[in-house]
C-alpha cells in the first residue's frame, strides 16, 4: 500500500485526498502529544491532593514524560526508518492509548509516574513517525511544504493548548480527564491507520546498532535536566555538572557514529544540502519559544495576577498568528522568494517581538500578548521551513532519523532558552531587590508574593510592586538578549541558506 511514488518525465506525484485524509488522521494524535507536555499543568495540585506523592515523586510526575520523550527520539526514529514507519506508529499509539488509560485511574504516583514514562516512549515513536510519514506521502515539494506548515502549526499550538484544555477539565470532571481525552484520536488512528498510511521503511537499514542506544541517552539526558532545572534553581554545581557529563557522553555518541559500520544516526544526512543549517535555526526558534514563554507565562500570573486558567487562556491569543504565519510564507516560497530571505525575515519579525516584551512596563497585558504573538507568528515561520528543507534534503529512507534530530534540537534549544534566557531574568531580578528583603523575596517573584501576604498592608503591597517592577526588568533585560540573537539568526540564515533548493524528489 504506497504513496505517491512518481509521475511520466520523473516529476514527483502529487498527494491525492488520500494522502490528505491520513495528514488529518495524523494530527490528532501529534496534537495530543504536543499537548501532553503541559497538560498536567493544572491537574498536579488535584493529582497532590488525591495520590500525596512526595515533592520529588510530584516533581517526576511532571517531568519523566519530557525526559522519556527526549532520550528515546533519535532511537526511535532509527527504529521507525528500520522496522516501517507506520508500523511503529501504530505502536505507538497502542502504547499511549494504554498508558492513557492506566495514568487516569493511576491509585498511586509510582503508577502515575510509570504511566507517564510509557507515555514518552510512546511519543517518542508517534513524533518522528508522523514526520517521516508526511515526507514519504507527499513527494511534491509544493504539497510537502504546505504538508508541513501544517504539522508545524500543529505541534506548537498543541503546547499552548494542553494547558487551557487541563484547567477546563479539571474544572468540570476529575484530574483522570486530562489523560482520557487521549483514547478517542489514538483509537480513530489504530482502526484509520492501516488503510490510509502507507508503509515505509529504509531497504537495506544494516544492523541495529545496540550500543549508541544507551550513548544516545546518556548525551540527552543530562543535558536536558541540568539546562530545564537551572532556571528555577540556579547554576548550582549538580547541574552545571550534570550538563557536562551529558556533553561527554555526546561526543562519544558522535565518535561512535562515525565508526560504527551501520550508525544510528548517519553522517551523510549531514552531507544533505541544508540539513546542518536547518538543525541550527530550528534549535534557535525553539530557544527564542522556550525563552520568552518562561517570562510571558510568570508575567500573566505573577505580575498581573491573574488566575492560572485565566493566564492560559489570554495566551491562547498569541496562538492566531501561528496559523497565518506559515501558509504565507510557504506560499511566497512556492512564488520564487529566495527561501533564506523568508526565513530571515521570519527571524526579524520574532526579534520585533522580542522588542516588543522589552518595552512592556508592570501593567503591560496587551503589548506582551501582542509581541508572544509576533514572535510566534516569527518562529513558526522559521520552523516551518527548516523542517521542509531538513525533511526535503533527507533520504526517504531516513525520514524517520532527520525528524528525530529536528525534534532533538527543539528539546535542546528550548532547555537552553530558558537556562540563558531565565538566568539572564534571574540575576536582573535579584539586583533589583533591595538588600534588606527577606531570603525568599531574592529567590523568585512567587516567593516575594508569598512573602507580601504575610505582611501588613502598604508593607507588602510596597514589596509586592518592587519584586514586579524587578521582573519586569529582568523580562526586558532577557527579551534584549532573545532580540540580538534572533537578528544574528537572521544574518546567519541569509547566508547559510542563499540559493539552497529542495530536491524535488527522492526516491
Request: glycine content about 12%; charged content about 10%.
Amino acid at each position: 500500500m504506497g504513496g505517491p511514488l512518481g509521475a511520466p518525465g520523473g516529476a514527483p506525484a502529487r498527494a491525492g485526498r488520500r494522502e490528505w485524509t491520513a495528514l488529518g488522521v495524523l494530527m490528532l494524535p501529534l496534537l495530543l502529544v504536543s499537548m501532553d507536555v503541559s497538560v498536567l499543568y493544572f491537574a498536579i495540585p488535584e493529582i497532590s491532593a488525591d495520590l500525596r506523592p512526595s515533592s520529588t515523586q510530584q516533581l517526576w510526575i511532571f517531568d519523566i514524560y519530557a525526559f522519556v520523550l527526549a532520550g528515546l527520539l533519535m532511537t526511535m526514529g532509527s527504529l521507525a526508518d528500520r522496522t516501517g514507519r507506520r508500523k511503529l506508529l501504530l505502536f505507538g499509539a497502542a502504547a499511549f492509548g494504554t498508558a492513557s488509560l492506566v495514568a487516569a485511574y493511576a491509585d498511586s504516583p509510582e503508577t502515575l509516574i510509570a504511566a507517564r514514562a510509557v507515555l514518552g516512549i510512546g511519543g517518542a515513536t508517534l513524533m518522528p513517525s508522523t514526520m517521516a510519514l508526511v515526507r514519504s506521502m507527499f513527494r511534491d515539494p509544493g504539497q510537502r511544504a504546505k504538508a508541513v506548515g501544517l504539522w508545524s502549526g500543529v505541534m506548537t499550538g498543541g503546547i499552548a493548548l494542553g494547558s487551557v484544555m487541563s484547567g477546563l477539565l479539571v474544572q468540570y470532571f476529575w484530574w483522570g480527564s486530562v489523560f482520557l481525552v487521549n483514547l478517542p484520536a489514538m483509537a480513530l488512528l489504530l482502526v484509520l491507520g492501516p488503510f490510509l498510511l502507507p508503509e515505509s521503511k529504509n531497504p537495506a537499514p544494516g544492523r541495529f546498532d545496540l550500543l549508541s542506544v544507551p550513548l544516545s541517552m546518556a548525551a540527552v539526558l543530562p543535558v536536558i535536566y541540568g539546562l530545564k532545572e537551572i532556571p528555577a534553581e540556579g547554576w548550582h554545581t549538580q547541574y552545571v555538572v550534570s550538563v557536562a557529563v551529558g556533553l561527554v557522553f555526546a561526543v562519544l555518541f558522535v565518535l561512535r557514529q562515525r565508526t560504527a559500520a551501520s550508525p544510528l544516526i548517519s553522517a551523510a544526512l549531514f552531507r544533505g544540502h541544508g540539513f546542518a543549517p536547518a538543525l541550527t535555526l530550528n534549535l534557535v526558534s525553539s530557544f527564542a519559544v522556550m525563552g520568552s514563554a518562561y517570562f510571558t507565562t510568570q508575567y500573566l500570573q505573577a505580575v498581573l495576577g491573574k488566575s492560572a486558567l485565566e493566564a492560559a487562556l489570554w495566551s491562547l491569543l498569541p496562538s492566531v498568528l501561528i496559523g497565518v504565519a506559515a501558509p504565507v510564507t510557504t506560499q511566497m516560497v512556492q512564488k520564487g522568494v529566495d527561501r533564506a530571505y523568508v526565513v530571515a525575515g521570519g527571524f526579524v519579525v520574532a526579534a520585533c517581538g522580542f522588542g516588543m516584551l522589552a518595552l512592556a512596563g508592570t501593567h503591560s497585558l496587551w503589548l506582551v500578548l501582542a509581541g508572544a504573538g509576533v514572535l510566534a507568528g516569527g518562529i513558526v515561520t522559521v520552523m516551518a521551513q527548516m523542517t521542509d528543507l531538513a525533511m526535503g534534503a533527507a533520504p526517504v529512507e531516513k525520514a524517520g532519523v532527520a525528524s528525530s534530530l529536528m525534534e532533538t534540537s527543539a528539546e535542546f534549544g528550548g532547555a537552553l532558552g530558558m537556562a540563558v534566557l531565565g538566568s539572564i531574568g534571574t540575576a536582573v531580578y535579584r539586583h533589583g531587590i533591595p538588600a534588606s528583603a527577606p531570603s525568599p523575596v531574592h529567590e523568585t517573584l512567587g516567593g516575594a508574593i508569598a512573602v507580601a501576604q504575610k505582611l501588613p498592608g502598604r508593607t507588602g503591597a510596597e514589596l509586592l510592586e518592587v519584586a514586579r517592577e524587578a521582573f519586569t526588568d529582568g523580562m526586558q533585560a532577557a527579551a534584549v538578549t532573545g532580540a540580538v540573537l534572533l537578528l544574528g539568526a537572521a544574518v546567519l540564515a541569509a547566508v547559510s541558506l542563499r540559493g539552497i533548493r529542495v530536491r524535488e524528489t527522492q526516491e
